[in-house]
């Protein structure tokens, strides 16, 4: 183990533009890593704010449409940012929120301010890489982006998009040693601030949100960097020494349920990967959970970051569009709308409890999610709708929606990315596929269909 060191490695941090550093209080614009603890991003403003002997303070922009958020994800951000606010306050750094576009928002804030410098946290997401070249061509100040959700920062661990998990993996390994590291305490690095503003009131903020309210809050999961904590504690004691084995039976309840938190950034994956190594389980099961939380991971925000696609059905390889392409006249056996799917009206009762969960609770088992893809494809007029149907629902009901593992699943489920080719067969082509008597053979499929019904929050709207 690595002992502990003060700096934020600097290939962690890069400069959106070239202002030097001047004289003024330092901000953290906070956006894809939303917690008080393990966060470099936070590391490294109060390094900087100690360099340059100033004030430092957080800073959220709050957009007012964030790629179609439902309120459902605004309310699990408002409570987690709520208790992110109070332990930033307790190590003497205040919050700010503001409220409108970014682009324009920041740099005028940070010109009103006089800021020194401004650090941000990274997302391979195109929304908010467009703020930040906005953003950097605005300010009088320097810009710094700090890696704090990938255990190796994205643009180190390759150069280009990867090919497959067998690609990156050695790339990453080799990183891990030098990345794979401890945090300090912000406490040990940062002198509490002069800049005083008043406590946040997020329930007004809340009230002003234009979001999608007919998909409320989920009750599956307690919000916040306190819950994500109690989530890994319970994970590793109870479910981690049969993730190797059972990680795919969706009765088993073995997988950590932390997507939502590391979405949100209320845990960070670093720590996450810390502890599972540290913890007393057998190495089939740590190495099989790291295999997730980092290879594949950070595989998914590898191919955001290359590939400007990654939503589009544009994104997949050439070999799949050309086999989804010979077979696109293929019949349909089954053919549905998107309110079809939305509404789990399908002919296959695996299918529909799996939808059903999604949308009563914002969760869906991980094995059933490249299931649901999957059949979507099978199942839509064409692999293009296939794809946009399938980004939706995911989008509009999982909590951990609008995030690079969703765009890769859905892309790997429907056009083999990070795939090969397997047996020709119609509609699929080449992509692999998966059907519910193989859903059988992993898990006991009736016991899943009579658990999901037994939730009475289906469907709301319908
Ligand atoms: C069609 C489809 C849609 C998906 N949509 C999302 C999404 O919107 N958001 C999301 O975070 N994940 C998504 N995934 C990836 C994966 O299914 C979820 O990360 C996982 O089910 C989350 O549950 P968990 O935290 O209990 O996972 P665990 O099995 O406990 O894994 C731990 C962590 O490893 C990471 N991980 C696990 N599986 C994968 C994977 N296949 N690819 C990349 N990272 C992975 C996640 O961060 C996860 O939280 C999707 C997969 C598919 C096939």
Redesign the pocket.
């Known amino acids: 183990m690595k002992t502990i060191s003060p700096q934020v490695d600097p290939r962690r941090v890069r400069a959106l533009n070239s202002v030097p550093d001047r004289t003024g209080p330092v901000m953290y614009w906070m956006s894809r890593d939303q917690r008080a603890r393990h966060n470099w991003a936070l590391l490294h403003a109060c390094q900087k704010a100690n360099e340059l002997g100033q004030p430092l303070e957080v800073v959220f922009t709050l957009a007012p449409n964030f790629l179609d958020a439902p309120f459902r994800h605004y309310d699990f951000m408002f409570r987690g940012l709520q208790e992110t606010e109070s332990a930033l306050r307790a190590l003497g750094i205040p919050m700010n929120v503001l409220s409108g576009e970014p682009g324009t928002l920041l740099p005028a804030y940070a010109t009103e301010r006089r800021a020194g410098a401004i650090i941000t946290d990274f997302s391979p997401l195109k929304l908010t890489r467009s703020w930040k070249t906005a953003i950097a061509e605005r300010l009088e100040c320097p810009l710094y982006e700090v890696d704090a959700h990938n255990i190796v920062p994205c643009w180190l661990a390759s150069t280009k998009q990867e090919f497959a998990a067998r690609t990156i993996r050695p790339k990453l390994h080799a990183l891990q040693e030098t990345f794979l590291t401890p945090f300090p305490d912000p406490e040990a690095h940062y002198q509490p601030s002069s800049l005083i503003s008043p406590t946040v009131d997020w329930s007004m903020i809340a009230d002003g949100i234009r979001a999608n309210r007919s998909i409320g809050p989920s009750d599956a999961l307690p919000p916040g960097e306190k819950a994500a904590a109690n989530r890994l504690r319970q994970f590793i004691a109870r479910s981690l020494q049969e993730y190797a084995e059972k990680?795919n039976d969706p009765n088993s309840g073995c997988?950590?349920?932390?997507?939502a938190y590391?979405?949100f950034g209320q845990i960070s994956?670093q720590h996450v990967a810390l502890s599972v190594m540290q913890s007393g389980s057998s190495v089939a099961d740590r190495d099989a959970?790291i295999e997730?939380?980092f290879v594949?991971?950070e595989?998914?925000d590898n191919f955001c970051f290359y590939n400007p696609d990654y939503d589009t059905f544009n994104g997949i390889p050439a070999w799949a569009k050309a086999t989804l392409a010979d077979h696109a006249e293929d019949r349909r056996d089954y053919r549905y709308s998107l309110e079809d799917f939305e509404a789990g009206r399908t002919h296959d009762p695996l299918w529909n409890a799996a939808q059903k969960s999604l949308v009563g609770t914002g969760l869906m088992?991980?094995y059933l999610?490249?299931y649901?893809?999957k059949k979507i494809l099978e199942w839509s007029a064409s692999p293009v709708t296939a794809f946009e149907t399938?980004v939706l629902l995911?989008d509009r009901y999982?909590l951990?929606?609008r995030?690079p593992?969703?765009y890769?699943?859905?892309a790997?489920?429907v056009g083999g990315l990070h795939d090969r080719p397997w047996f020709e067969r119609p509609v699929y082509g080449k992509i692999r596929y998966m059907n519910a008597s193989g859903c059988a053979r992993k898990f006991d499929v009736q016991r899943y269909i009579r658990e999901i019904g037994r939730q009475d929050t289906l469907f709301p709207d319908t």
Do not use: P, Y
């Open positions: 990680r997988v950590s349920q932390l997507s590391l979405h994956a959970f997730e939380l594949r991971r595989l998914s088992h991980g999610r490249m649901w893809a399938a995911n999982a951990d929606g995030d593992n969703g890769t699943g859905i790997w489920s």
